[in-house]
C-alpha cells in the first residue's frame, strides 16, 4: 500500500510563497499520475492540479499561472509551488495518487484513491 506524505504547510501572508512537498512510498511512483486537492473549512474537497506519468500538467482555473505542479521520480516526490498567495487559497491541501498506472493528468477527485494525511495553509490578509 502506498503511503504519501505531505509537507511544506503553513500561515503566510497575501502575496507571499510556499511550496508543498509530497514524499510517496512504494514502487513505480513514476508510472502515476500525482495530483493536488485542497479543502477549505465547509466547503468541499477540490481539485488544484495534477501531473502525468509523462509530466503533463493540468490546472484548476482559480491557480492557474500562480501554481506550478512537479515531480521528481528519483525522489519519489511530488510538488506544489504556490506564488502570489491569496486568503482564499487557505484550506487543507492533500496530495493524491491517481488509481491507473500511465493514465493523463485528471481532475476528478474519484479516480484519485490513495492520499495523503495534509497539510494546512493559511494566507492571512
Known amino acids: 500500500q502506498v503511503q504519501l506524505v505531505e509537507s511544506g504547510g503553513g500561515l503566510v501572508q497575501a502575496g507571499g510563497s510556499l511550496r508543498l512537498s509530497c514524499a510517496a512510498s512504494g514502487r513505480a511512483f513514476n508510472s502515476y499520475t500525482m495530483g493536488w486537492f485542497r479543502q477549505a473549512p465547509g466547503k468541499a474537497r477540490e481539485f488544484v492540479a495534477a501531473?502525468?506519468?509523462?509530466?503533463?500538467?493540468y490546472y484548476a482555473d482559480s491557480v492557474k499561472g500562480r501554481f506550478t505542479i512537479s515531480r521528481d521520480n528519483a525522489k519519489n516526490t511530488v510538488y506544489l509551488q504556490m506564488n502570489t498567495l491569496k486568503p482564499e487559497d487557505t484550506a487543507d491541501y492533500y496530495c493524491?495518487?491517481?488509481?491507473?498506472?500511465?493514465?493523463?493528468?485528471?481532475?476528478?477527485?474519484?479516480?484519485?484513491?490513495?492520499w495523503g494525511q495534509g497539510t494546512q495553509v493559511t494566507v492571512s490578509s
Open positions: 501531473i502525468s506519468w509523462n509530466s503533463m500538467t
Open positions: 493524491a495518487r491517481r488509481s491507473a498506472t500511465f493514465s493523463g493528468a485528471s481532475a476528478s477527485l474519484q479516480e484519485y484513491v490513495n
